[in-house]
């Protein structure tokens, strides 16, 4: 048992500094390497598994609400760049330009593409031409640079993964719904699939995506109270189409300007399962993305008979699970420890006295319950407890969550919360950009998240002026 004292000792405790908790464990499950490119990490393969999982399980629902996959350039000429100034303007701190092809300068920079509006748009003006083109719906799944000053794995790097879709439509009405639609998709997938609850609504202007007339937000809460965009859906009316003179001949016959929407999610993902349901010993990783969804343990595995019944376990399980069979000559204190460090939802342990009394002990990496389970109804019972795993790691992070969201009526009570407990924050807000500014500049980074779809009224002014409020804000800090 020591070598399972010290792998489990190399993780600094969560409480104790929570940023070296998160590396650690990002190390220490061979979830990334870093690169000889700062900024840049190198996604090994439990961790690229982890976003196969979440990439199947997405793509599924976009198909399934009528969603196509395409694939776009990875360069944006310059110039095509510019055809949109507020969207440029917001992306040109982090773009990364190439300027020279083999040997020879080019005579026009290429952006590596941070987003792909632009590419969307010039390729919609080439094939859309009348009502019956529409809508498209389409998305891409690729990575992106944008040029990150302070860099952390998943959370925030110079290149990631992700899926970006790009839609246009017939009218207004179209458009806007489905920007909530795949708001909605994104909100479904982390409570289903993910077991992350979060607050969803629209951002302030001040917040919104470049570009766009109006963004809205998925924004989950970490374990320590700060939040993570965790996704965001965009409206941007006509003004992409009128800029890349996109037009349709409408059911009237006269030509049209059709409307647009963006939508995104990235491995940042990874980064939110690993601070919302990870523990000192490592990952928690929810059943439905799992690499490994079971790991059998076989305890005794020199005797007679135990590694043949392991086997006949693994093949049984393997029909209906992602199941790993450890039959290395580690000890079985080591594989424990190894694979609640990786966050295996289930471990079935199986050694000589289990097979005499034709039963398994089956542990579950969220609280560490032991169960006994006679061998002929192990699927039945796998399968309820990776379900009963979901639905508690759902009610822990919800029960985290509304223990760390508390309401401020008025400007010191803001500023309290701010400094002493770590959450999100409901309170009030004028409208004023100023506003926003002020609050994050004196509690040193607490922005508004969002204006929720169900807002309360807290109180008649604002939090921060005293000036009559129009809307009730989520406030939090970020990564």
Same mark, same amino acid.
């Given at each position: 048992?020591g070598?399972n004292?010290k792998?489990?000792?190399?993780i600094?405790?969560?409480?104790?500094?929570?940023a070296?908790?998160?590396t650690?464990?990002?190390?220490?499950?061979?979830?990334t390497?870093?690169?000889?490119?700062?900024g840049?990490?190198?996604?090994?393969?439990?961790?690229?598994a982890i976003?196969?999982n979440?990439?199947?399980?997405l793509?599924?629902r976009?198909k399934?609400?009528g969603?196509?996959?395409?694939?776009?350039p990875?360069?944006?000429p310059?110039s095509?760049?510019?055809?949109e100034?507020?969207?440029?303007?917001?992306f040109?701190?982090e773009c990364?330009?190439v300027t020279?092809?083999?040997?020879?300068k080019?005579q026009?920079?290429l952006?590596?593409?941070?987003?792909?509006e632009?590419?969307f748009?010039?390729?919609?003006?080439?094939?859309?031409?009348t009502?019956r083109?529409?809508?498209?719906?389409y998305?891409?799944w690729?990575?992106?640079?944008?040029?990150?000053k302070?860099?952390r794995p998943f959370?925030?790097?110079?290149?990631f993964?992700?899926?970006?879709?790009?839609t246009?439509?017939?009218?207004?009405?179209?458009?806007?719904?489905?920007?909530?639609?795949?708001?909605?998709?994104?909100t479904?997938?982390y409570k289903?699939t993910?077991?992350?609850?979060?607050?969803?609504?629209?951002k302030?202007e001040?917040?919104?995506?470049?570009?766009a007339?109006?963004?809205?937000t998925?924004?989950?809460?970490?374990?320590?109270g700060v939040?993570?965009?965790?996704?965001t859906s965009?409206?941007f009316g !006509?003004?992409?189409a =009128? %800029?890349f003179?996109?037009?349709?001949?409408?059911? @009237? &016959?006269? #030509?049209?300007y059709?409307?647009q929407?963006s939508?995104g999610?990235?491995?940042r993902?990874i980064?939110a399962?690993?601070?919302?349901h990870?523990?000192?010993e490592?990952?928690?990783l929810p059943?439905?993305?799992s690499?490994?969804?079971?790991?059998?343990?076989?305890?005794?595995q020199?005797?007679e008979?135990?590694?043949?019944k392991?086997n006949?376990?693994? !093949?049984?399980?393997? =029909? %209906?699970?992602r199941?790993?069979?450890?039959?290395? @000559? &580690?000890? #079985?204190?080591?594989?424990?420890?190894?694979?609640?460090?990786?966050?295996?939802?289930?471990?079935?342990?199986?050694g000589p006295?289990?097979?005499?009394?034709n039963?398994c002990?089956i542990?579950?990496?969220?609280n560490?319950?032991?169960?006994?389970v006679?061998?002929?109804?192990?699927?039945?019972?796998?399968?309820?407890?990776?379900?009963?795993?979901h639905?508690?790691?759902?009610?822990k992070?919800?029960k985290?969550m509304?223990e760390?969201?508390?309401?401020?009526?008025t400007?010191?009570?803001?500023?309290?919360i701010?400094?002493?407990?770590?959450?999100?924050?409901?309170?009030?807000?004028c409208?004023?950009?100023?506003?926003?500014?002020?609050?994050?500049e004196?509690?040193?980074?607490?922005?508004?998240r969002c204006?929720?779809?169900?807002e309360?009224?807290?109180?008649?002014?604002?939090v921060?002026?005293?000036?009559p409020?129009?809307?009730?804000?989520?406030?939090?800090?970020?990564?």
């Amino acid at each position: 048992m020591g070598k399972n004292k010290k792998f489990v000792s190399a993780i600094t405790s969560r409480d104790e500094d929570f940023a070296k908790w998160y590396t650690d464990i990002v190390k220490k499950a061979e979830l990334t390497d870093y690169s000889g490119i700062k900024g840049c990490m190198i996604i090994r393969p439990y961790g690229y598994a982890i976003w196969e999982n979440i990439q199947a399980d997405l793509d599924r629902r976009f198909k399934e609400t009528g969603h196509q996959n395409v694939y776009m350039p990875m360069f944006i000429p310059e110039s095509l760049l510019q055809k949109e100034k507020d969207h440029v303007d917001g992306f040109a701190p982090e773009c990364a330009w190439v300027t020279v092809g083999g040997q020879e300068k080019l005579q026009e920079r290429l952006c590596v593409r941070p987003t792909s509006e632009t590419l969307f748009c010039e390729h919609y003006s080439k094939i859309i031409e009348t009502y019956r083109d529409l809508p498209k719906l389409y998305n891409q799944w690729c990575s992106v640079v944008r040029w990150e000053k302070t860099t952390r794995p998943f959370l925030r790097t110079s290149e990631f993964l992700w899926q970006e879709g790009h839609t246009m439509h017939e009218t207004e009405e179209e458009a806007r719904e489905e920007t909530l639609r795949m708001l909605q998709v994104y909100t479904d997938f982390y409570k289903e699939t993910l077991a992350i609850p979060a607050v969803i609504g629209r951002k302030t202007e001040k917040e919104k995506f470049a570009g766009a007339e109006e963004t809205y937000t998925i924004e989950p809460m970490m374990h320590n109270g700060v939040a993570l965009q965790g996704g965001t859906s965009h409206y941007f009316g !006509d003004g992409f189409a =009128k %800029q890349f003179d996109i037009t349709f001949q409408g059911r @009237d &016959n006269k #030509p049209h300007y059709p409307h647009q929407t963006s939508w995104g999610v990235s491995t940042r993902m990874i980064g939110a399962i690993i601070m919302v349901h990870g523990d000192d010993e490592g990952l928690v990783l929810p059943p439905k993305i799992s690499p490994i969804q079971v790991a059998i343990i076989p305890i005794a595995q020199h005797k007679e008979g135990v590694l043949d019944k392991a086997n006949e376990l693994y !093949d049984r399980l393997k =029909k %209906q699970f992602r199941v790993k069979l450890d039959d290395s @000559d &580690n000890s #079985p204190g080591w594989k424990f420890s190894e694979y609640e460090m990786k966050g295996v939802p289930v471990r079935v342990e199986l050694g000589p006295k289990d097979i005499e009394n034709n039963q398994c002990v089956i542990v579950r990496r969220d609280n560490r319950e032991k169960i006994f389970v006679p061998l002929d109804q192990l699927e039945d019972k796998i399968a309820e407890t990776l379900q009963a795993i979901h639905d508690s790691m759902y009610e822990k992070a919800l029960k985290n969550m509304q223990e760390k969201t508390f309401t401020a009526k008025t400007y010191d009570e803001f500023i309290d919360i701010a400094e002493n407990h770590p959450g999100f924050i409901k309170a009030m807000w004028c409208g004023d950009t100023a506003c926003e500014e002020k609050l994050k500049e004196v509690t040193h980074g607490v922005k508004s998240r969002c204006i929720p779809f169900n807002e309360e009224h807290i109180a008649d002014t604002c939090v921060c002026c005293g000036k009559p409020a129009k809307h009730m804000v989520f406030w939090g800090k970020q990564y």
